[in-house]
């Protein structure tokens, strides 16, 4: 038996020493070492040995088992680097070659035309004033005029967190939240961007949009103020020939109210998919802040008078770029974002 082992391990050491590649390694440890390989066949007969005899020849079997072990380890590691190194000949680099070109992000359209309008109201001396896209029901609605139940909630249906709080359905509540801290300042004139949300969803309204919110509260400031500041703004946004419209409107906190329209960039007011063939599009709500509104949040209706809007910053997107789905904006598809 003691022979039988010297041999294998000869054997086995002779094969190893002539193998060639990883996988002639792999057959030659299953040969020897594997569950039916020739080691373990001898062990195997160890049950015939005497008590003397076991033990020793127990310890030369491992010995034999050790060193051929060893023997292979090594050879692998030996045949890996060999492999590593052929495949590095073969492997040659064209520094020649372009490099792979960075890909550049840009801003979001809806970004650009934000930072834009911003840029032009604080060229008109209006600050920037953020309030919270959660609102309570009192800035929303009730500081605002509409009291509990007032129908002209129904038009902003709305998303709610809890019993008096949800998710803002204009930014309007910027009036009485800076109002109310500010109060009897003048001249104040603010804007107030953000998100907000309504249950609404076609071509033209999307449940999230943003709006920003623009109010100035002085003495003797008139309607007249407003269409003013508006041409002025729609015509640094959109070029010097576009036009304004006011249509009458209705919203609580304004008397009186007025829905803008904007004639369309695209067909110039000859009508087209983007204004829907009526040659403008409506951008914005705005009015005389009604004296319950100034009252509430801490001026003096007798002493002031202001005017406020809110501008639709989606609207004005598709103004600018002829986007005549707005939802477009929203679907994160780069090939549509990159155009701008
Ligand atoms: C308001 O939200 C008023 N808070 C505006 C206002 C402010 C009036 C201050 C008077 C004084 P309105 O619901 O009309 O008004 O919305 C204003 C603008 O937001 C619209 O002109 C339109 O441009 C835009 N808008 C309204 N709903 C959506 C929508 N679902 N998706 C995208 N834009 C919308």
């Known amino acids: 038996m003691r022979q039988k082992l010297e041999s294998i391990r000869n054997d086995a050491l002779k094969e190893i020493s002539v193998a060639s590649d990883l996988s002639q390694v792999n057959d030659i440890r299953v040969k020897f070492l594997g569950k039916k390989g020739e080691l373990t066949n001898v062990l195997r007969g160890m049950g015939a040995l005497s008590a003397d005899e076991r033990p020793v020849i127990?310890?030369?079997?491992?010995?034999?088992?050790?060193?051929?072990?060893?023997?292979?380890?090594?050879?692998?590691?030996?045949?890996?680097?060999?492999?590593?190194?052929?495949?590095?000949?073969?492997?040659?680099?064209?520094?020649?070659?372009?490099?792979?070109?960075?890909?550049?992000?840009?801003?979001?359209?809806?970004?650009?035309?934000?930072?834009?309008?911003?840029?032009?109201?604080l060229g008109l001396g209006f600050e920037i004033a953020e309030t919270p896209e959660v609102e309570v029901d009192y800035y929303n609605f009730e500081a605002l005029n509409f009291p509990a139940d007032h129908p002209a909630r129904d038009m902003q249906d709305s998303f709610y967190i809890s019993p008096g709080v949800l998710l803002r359905t204009h930014t309007s509540g910027t009036q009485p939240r800076v109002m109310e801290k500010r109060a009897p300042y003048i001249p104040l004139k603010v804007i107030g961007p953000g998100r907000v949300y309504r249950r609404d969803d076609d071509a033209t309204h999307s449940p999230m949009f943003h709006q920003i919110e623009g109010f100035i509260i002085d003495k003797n400031i008139s309607f007249s103020d407003l269409k003013g500041t508006l041409l002025v703004v729609v015509r640094q946004m959109f070029g010097e020939d576009r036009q304004i419209r006011l249509r009458p409107s209705f919203f609580p906190f304004t008397e009186p109210s007025a829905e803008v329209d904007v004639s369309c960039i695209m067909c110039n007011g000859a009508g087209c998919r983007v204004c829907s063939n009526t040659g403008w599009l409506e951008i914005l709500g705005a009015g005389m802040i009604h004296p319950n509104v100034l009252k509430m949040s801490g001026y003096d209706p007798e002493e002031v008078t202001g005017f406020a809007f809110g501008l639709g910053v989606e609207r004005v997107a598709m103004l600018k770029y002829g986007i005549d789905d707005l939802r477009l904006l929203f679907d994160n598809d780069k090939r549509f974002l990159a155009q701008f």
């Open 58 to 121: 127990g310890q030369l079997a491992n010995e034999v088992r050790e060193s051929i072990e060893r023997e292979i380890e090594q050879k692998m590691s030996v045949l890996r680097e060999a492999e590593k190194l052929a495949q590095l000949s073969r492997e040659t680099i064209d520094v020649t070659l372009p490099g792979r070109p960075f890909q550049i992000g840009k801003r979001h359209p809806l970004t650009v035309v934000l930072d834009e309008i911003k840029e032009i109201f």
